[in-house]
């Protein structure tokens, strides 16, 4: 029985929770105490304390030495990941104190990577000492990663949340949405396309419920048409440039400021197809209530000029 979360958080320890790491990471408690520049017997007492604590064994004895179990995998990847946020808070305090430099977590969804690369470009002349995470996913996830503290600052669309007053956010623009495909596609010479001759075709396209989705589910129900059956659904912009380079019997609606760069370099065709609606604005959002950092600062005033200039 897994004892209650106040017992554990007050009987673990940051040591205990590095010689976990070093266990899976060496599979011997000899060279993990090594590691860790403590005795074996002392090892082999710190991870019996472990597995008392959490009323469970973490690790079994194999032909190849120590190895998780399934319990054991699942407490050892909290470990790095307490592990790695203790490092980040360290890098930013101590960036905080210097003045300069420390960390900033940002979110985009794929339509803002151009602006947002373009706005860390700027930051990172300003402050150079400064370490950068980007998280590239959908507004939903976006806005939870941010709920957790996860992330400082991201670029998405709070309509997708159940609470959009829980953020302050400040509208970025409009995004164009253009139809992209291979060079080699049968229609990419055409003059003109309208969304009829592409009901048959095989389609890259957002997940469910995403903004995007819905605004090209939007655009085949006012032309009377159903949605394209069989699609290949994803979020990620790498992902669908890659399967419209392989496939050249694909389609696909992006952003023009994501899709701008692989045609310009001939890796994609822009196919004359004018879309009706138009995509939802994107927005730089912000926990409200909680003060951002000096950099989270610099980065929304300079994502904000941009959009002011």
Known sequence: MLPPLNSMASRLRMRQLRLLICLDELGS?????EAMSITQPGATKALNE?????????????????????????????????????????????????????????????GAVPMLVDGLARLREEQPDLSVTVVEDTSDRLLSLLDQGRLDVVICRTSVSRRPDAYDSRVKHQEQLVLVANPAHALAGSAQLDLAQLADSRWVVFPVNMPMRLTLEREFRQAGLGFPQYPIETSSTFTTLSLLRQDPGLL????????????????????????????????????????????????VDILMEDREG
């Open 50 to 110: 472990i597995e008392s604590t959490l009323g469970a064994v973490l690790f079994e004895r194999t032909s190849k030495g120590l190895e998780a179990n399934d319990l054991g995998r699942c407490v050892v990847r909290y470990a790095r990941l307490i592990n790695t946020d203790l490092a980040h808070l360290r890098e930013e305090m101590l960036g905080i104190l210097q003045g300069h430099g420390g960390r900033l977590s940002v979110g985009t969804i794929m």
């Open 252 to 299: 696909a609606v992006m952003p023009w400021d994501v899709a701008r760069v692989a045609v310009e370099h001939g890796m994609l065709v822009r196919l004359p197809l004018q879309l009706a609606s138009r995509s939802e604005p994107y927005e730089v959002v912000t926990r409200r209530g909680v003060e951002l950092s000096g950099p989270g600062r610099v980065l």
């Open 29 to 33: 408690i000899h060279k993990a105490a």
